[in-house]
């Protein structure tokens, strides 16, 4: 049977640092990371947080399942001994020195993983479910496929700054474009690189996280300004020579996982990658498909999580 793309890998936490009030880096080391693969600058993996709540002598770990089939392992637990498992990206990878960076939000309490990023310390063991790299089979896992695209429009909030900083530090340096990135408060701008042609845009909402009606307006706000000026007229050319399905959107239940990702482009039109809270993400993909003729096969938009459901 061929070796599976993906499999669980065995780390301990290295360095924690606080980049701002809301990003946390840490750095996971271990010989088993010799073999991680990082293939599109938004791979997402899955970490695997503790059991809590287990008795003494059990980190948490103790029921996690490691075998080739270790989703339906896992599944196939009850309730109780099933580890919560969160999506992150990995934001930097050294398998030649064993260390891979992941950049944690800290959203307070309300979940397991931001839960764990405030009491985590250097030395725990962890897993993650990553690219196994000595596998033949391709693991997929990333989203970022601009193909021969002219202009570029990145934007999404905190959760997807880890993912925007990979791809913007690996554009060419010809790339052009806009990148539009909100997170909570002013002190949570980082220092990264993009290419002179891309305008780098930080938006925050004032350091009031709580304040669940701004999550994401400051970005849909921004985005649209740059949309309607930069591809209106275009968009809307484009939009009359466009199939009419193209224009149309399906409707989304509530519980329905906001996630279209289109082929590369192979022309030199737009192409917008859009990830974070699932309702900005849809006001911003409806705006450019329904409200400026942007053709949908060009549009990535990807709902990295939504205000009051948890993940999994
Ligand atoms: C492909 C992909 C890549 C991602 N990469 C990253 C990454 O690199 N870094 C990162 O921090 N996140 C990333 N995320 C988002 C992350 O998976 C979610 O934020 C996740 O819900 C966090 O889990 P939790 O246990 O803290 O909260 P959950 O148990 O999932 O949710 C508990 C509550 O917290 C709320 N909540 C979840 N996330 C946030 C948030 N950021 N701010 C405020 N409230 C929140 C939920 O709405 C819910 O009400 C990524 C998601 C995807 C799909």
């Given at each position: 049977m061929a070796k599976p793309g993906y499999r669980v890998f065995e780390t301990v936490v290295g360095e924690i640092r606080r980049?701002?009030?809301h990003f946390v880096r840490v750095t996971f080391r271990g010989?088993?990371?010799?073999?991680v693969g990082w293939d599109g600058p938004d791979q997402r993996i899955k970490v695997v947080l503790p059991l809590e709540?287990?008795?003494?002598?059990?980190?948490?770990?103790?029921?996690f399942p490691r075998g080739d089939d270790w989703f339906g392992d896992w599944r196939a637990l009850p309730d109780e001994r099933r580890n919560p498992i969160r999506t992150y990206t990995i934001?930097?990878?050294r398998p030649e020195t064993g260390e891979l960076d992941v950049d944690f939000v800290?959203?307070?309490?309300?979940g397991p993983a931001s839960r764990w990023i405030a009491r985590a310390e250097p030395g725990e063991r962890m897993l993650f479910v990553a690219p196994d790299a000595?596998?033949?089979?391709?693991p997929g896992g990333w989203e970022w496929h601009p193909g021969t695209a002219g202009t570029l429009l990145i934007a999404g909030d905190e959760t997807a700054v880890p993912a925007m900083s990979a791809i913007l530090a690996q554009l060419p340096a010809s790339a052009r474009g806009a990148a539009f990135l909100e997170v909570?408060?002013?002190?949570?701008?980082l220092d990264i690189e993009a290419p002179p042609g891309v305008v780098v845009q930080w938006l925050h909402r004032?350091?009031?996280?709580?304040?669940?009606?701004?999550?994401?307006a400051r970005l849909v706000e921004a985005v649209r300004a740059w949309a309607d000026d930069e591809l209106g007229a275009r968009g809307a050319a484009r939009a009359e020579a466009a199939a009419p399905a193209d224009a149309e959107l399906p409707a989304l239940a509530?519980?329905?996982?906001?996630w279209e990702v289109p082929e590369?482009?192979?022309?030199d039109g737009v192409y917008a990658w859009l990830a974070g809270e699932a309702t900005a993400i849809t006001t911003l993909r409806r705006h450019l498909?329904?409200?400026?003729?942007?053709?949908?096969?060009r549009v990535a938009f990807m709902g990295y999580w939504k205000l009051g459901r948890a993940e999994g």
């Open positions: 980049m701002s009030p010989d088993d990371l010799n073999d709540g287990v008795p003494e002598g059990d980190d948490g770990f103790g029921c934001r930097d990878a800290a959203h307070g309490d309300s000595t596998s033949d089979e391709p909570p408060a002013a002190g949570d701008v004032g350091g009031d996280e709580h304040a669940e009606a701004t999550y994401g509530d519980d329905e996982i906001l590369a482009t192979a022309d498909v329904k409200g400026l003729g942007v053709d949908r096969r």
